[in-house]
């Protein structure tokens, strides 16, 4: 029986330290891409909901759906000793991954997407003054040519 709940209480300090990875990864999406204070808040509505759901399912997957204190005791101290110890080392490799693979693959190609775009734009730009010009060209010969016919009469 106690070798049962051991077992249990091991299982909900894995799920703490599951749920501080999960905390940790919108660290690093923070701390690697800029964001507005409402995708912060979604952001925190997200861990929310998959720690819930975590939470829930381990409880009944685990306990029948029975809530003990020793399992929030386990999920707490997982979540305290993943942070105080590896925490640190996986923001920061995964930071520079990331930001290394933003800068050698991601700012090239939006680099040159912005430079499409710019070009695009400056051709559409220069279709759209010529059609117009055109166009304005052609109004004025017809006002002109229907003002000498009514003159004419």
């Known amino acids: 029986m106690i070798l049962s709940e051991i077992s249990k209480f091991l299982f909900f300090i894995l799920i ?13 999406i923070r701390k690697c891409f800029k964001t507005s204070d409402i995708i912060t808040f979604i952001h925190d509505l997200m861990f929310l909901l998959i720690s819930a759901v975590i939470l829930l399912f381990s409880i009944f997957i685990v306990n ?36 290394f693979i933003r800068k050698i693959i991601i700012n090239p190609i939006m680099k040159s997407i912005i430079k499409v775009c710019n070009f695009t734009k400056k051709i559409v730009k220069n279709v759209y003054n010529n059609l117009s010009k055109n166009l304005k060209i052609t109004s004025n010969k017809e006002k002109h040519t229907k003002n000498l016919t009514n003159f004419n009469k």
Request: with cysteine.
């Open 16 to 28: 703490g330290v599951i749920i501080g990875i999960i905390f940790d990864l919108f660290r690093i």
């Open 64 to 99: 029948n759906g029975e809530i003990r204190g020793y399992m929030f005791l386990g999920i707490a101290l997982g979540i305290v000793v993943y942070l105080v110890s590896i925490s640190k080392y996986i923001i920061n490799i995964c930071t520079k991954i990331i930001l």
